[in-house]
């Protein structure tokens, strides 16, 4: 769902299923942004957005949750006060996805 309606909408997008999966794209492409999902088997969100800004800094990681935003509040102010996510999405806003990526990629180049 992601992947289409981000290619639609003209941007460059890459699916990763795993870790591994991350890694190999973060190095080998110059990528602005990063949706994670604080949700993923057998992959840990606060882990991979770290090792997302190590290989690149300047990569904007987004944390997306199902989770209603109280439920999950602790998570986001620890990553988000760490520097390691920019941003928090609730799914719920994914409806605008397009949108809602345009903002942020706008406000990282004003």
């Known amino acids: 769902m992601f992947k289409d309606i981000l290619d ?3 941007y460059e997008t890459f ?5 591994q999966d991350v890694l190999s794209i973060i190095n080998r492409e110059a990528v602005d942004l990063v949706y994670v ?8 969100s606060r ?8 290989v690149n ?6 944390l997306i949750s199902g989770y209603p935003p109280h ?7 620890s990553t988000i006060g760490s520097g390691i ?11 605008n996805l397009s ?8 406000e990282r180049a004003n």
Do not use: C
Not at 15 to 19: P, R, S, Y
Not at 57 to 62: A, E, H, K, L, Q
């Open 8 to 10: 639609q909408s003209g």
């Open 15 to 19: 699916v990763a299923q795993n870790e």
């Open 37 to 44: 999902d604080l949700e993923m088997p057998d992959l840990n």
């Open 47 to 54: 882990a991979i957005s770290n090792q997302i800004k190590r």
């Open 57 to 62: 800094p300047n990569t904007i990681i987004v």
């Open 71 to 77: 439920f999950v509040e602790d998570e986001i102010k």
């Open 85 to 95: 996510v920019d941003k928090f999405v609730d799914k719920g806003e994914l409806s």
């Open 99 to 106: 949108i809602i990526t345009e903002q942020i990629l706008s």
